[in-house]
Nanobody, 116 residues
Framework: QVQLVESGGGLVQPGGSLRLSCAAS????????MGWYRQAPGKQRELVAA???????SYADSVKGRFTISRDAAKNTVYLQMNSLKIEDTAVYYC??????????WGQGTQVTVSS
């Protein structure tokens, strides 16, 4: 069973930075995509950024130029560097991966709070 373990969330002031990490493990033969979604209170879960095994990346318009997604294929790990954070970035951030099958898996979520 594939497991995703996230880390790096927390409380930060507006304009600050955080780096999220997500490590995948357990019966993985191929990873097609790893990415991050977020869900703010009262809102739908939305895609933040994703990276394919081929090296393509995509970002939500709201985070372009501020967030950077990267992958360490050898470690089955994806990172999300978040700079110039805004109050509206406050949400629970979920790691997501698509592996062989293809089958998708979610992490448990990590809270990011941007507040002064």
């Amino acid at each position: 069973q594939v497991q995703l373990v996230e880390s790096g969330g927390g409380l930060v002031q507006p304009g600050g930075s955080l780096r999220l990490s997500c490590a995948a493990s357990g019966g993985i033969f191929s990873i097609y995509l790893m990415g991050w979604y977020r869900q703010a209170p009262g809102k739908q879960r939305e895609l933040v950024a994703a990276a394919t095994s081929g090296g393509n990346t995509s970002y939500a318009d709201s985070v372009k130029g501020r967030f950077t997604i990267s992958r360490d294929a050898a470690k089955n790990t994806v990172y999300l560097q978040m700079n110039s954070l805004k109050i509206e970035d406050t949400a629970v951030y979920y790691c997501y991966t698509i592996v062989q099958g293809p089958t998708g898996y979610w992490g448990q979520g990590t809270q990011v709070t941007v507040s002064s």
